[in-house]
């Protein structure tokens, strides 16, 4: 079975850094994604990691580490609109449609 | 482009009663999905498509059927609800790119249908 496992939910400090783990134990692996979802709306792309190290992209950034079966979001300068939940992804195979999802991390940014 | 639209965005049904959720999407994707996402658990894969005239069985197929007779459109039907269907319906969409390409094949998702069934 495919396993993915988020803290369910999480608090943090406008203007701070939070960092959201993701563990993952899959009977494969071909690239790990994380999505913001806010209430009410439609999950968004917001990083894909296939090798390991880390992807920066503006205030987001995303590790992998497949050795470990380990990733992280992290988030900087935190703004009220980052509250959400962040979803961890798995690609288990070469298909598109082999993609596990964990639970879900609910971020609430406080002032 | 509206990227990917779903209809209708809420319904209430009555347990027994049939209906078709409709998916469209105008980025010219191979593939399609339809998932459903509950309470306390992540996105569950209905079913999926991987091109025009083609469906296949994800996670949680019992209760559900599809059709994809044009590559933009993804129907979802439920043939008789049940309270269990009640749910946030998902629709999704991948362009898988050329074999051996560069391709996150990443999924783009719509903004939700919202389904109880009494």
């Known amino acids: 079975g495919q396993n993915i496992d988020q803290p369910t939910e999480m608090t943090a400090t406008e203007g701070a850094i939070v960092q959201i783990n993701c563990t993952y134990q899959?009977?494969?692996?071909?690239?790990l994604f994380w999505y913001q979802q806010h209430a009410g709306e439609a999950p968004t792309f917001l990083s894909y990691?296939?090798?390991?190290g880390l992807e920066e992209k503006g205030r987001f950034s995303s590790f992998l580490s497949r050795s470990k079966g380990y990733s992280y979001l992290l988030l900087k300068e935190l703004q009220m609109k980052d509250s959400a939940s962040y979803l961890c992804?798995?690609?288990?195979?070469?298909?598109?449609?082999?993609?596990?999802f964990g639970k879900g991390t609910k971020l609430s940014v406080i002032p | 482009n509206a990227g990917v639209t779903q209809t209708p965005k809420f319904r209430v049904l009555k347990t027994g009663q049939s209906m078709t959720l409709l998916c469209a999407q105008d980025?010219?994707?191979?593939?399609m999905y339809w998932y459903r996402q509950d309470p306390g658990m992540g996105l569950r894969l209905i079913h999926y498509?991987?091109?025009?005239?083609?469906?296949a069985k994800g996670e949680v197929p019992d209760g559900y059927n599809v059709s994809r007779l044009k590559k933009q459109n993804f129907l979802l039907g439920l043939e008789s609800a049940a309270p269990s269907q009640t749910s946030v319906y998902f629709c999704?969409?991948?362009?898988?790119?050329?074999?051996?390409?560069?391709?996150?094949?990443?999924?783009?998702f719509g903004p939700g249908t919202r389904l109880t069934v009494l």
């Open positions: 999704a969409s991948s362009y898988p790119g050329l074999a051996g390409g560069p391709s996150t094949d990443t999924q783009y």
């Open positions: 899959t009977s494969g692996f071909n690239g």
């Open positions: 990691n296939v090798l390991d």
């Open positions: 992804a798995v690609r288990t195979g070469a298909g598109s449609y082999q993609l596990t």
């Open positions: 980025m010219n994707h191979e593939y």
């Open positions: 498509s991987v091109g025009e005239g083609t469906t």
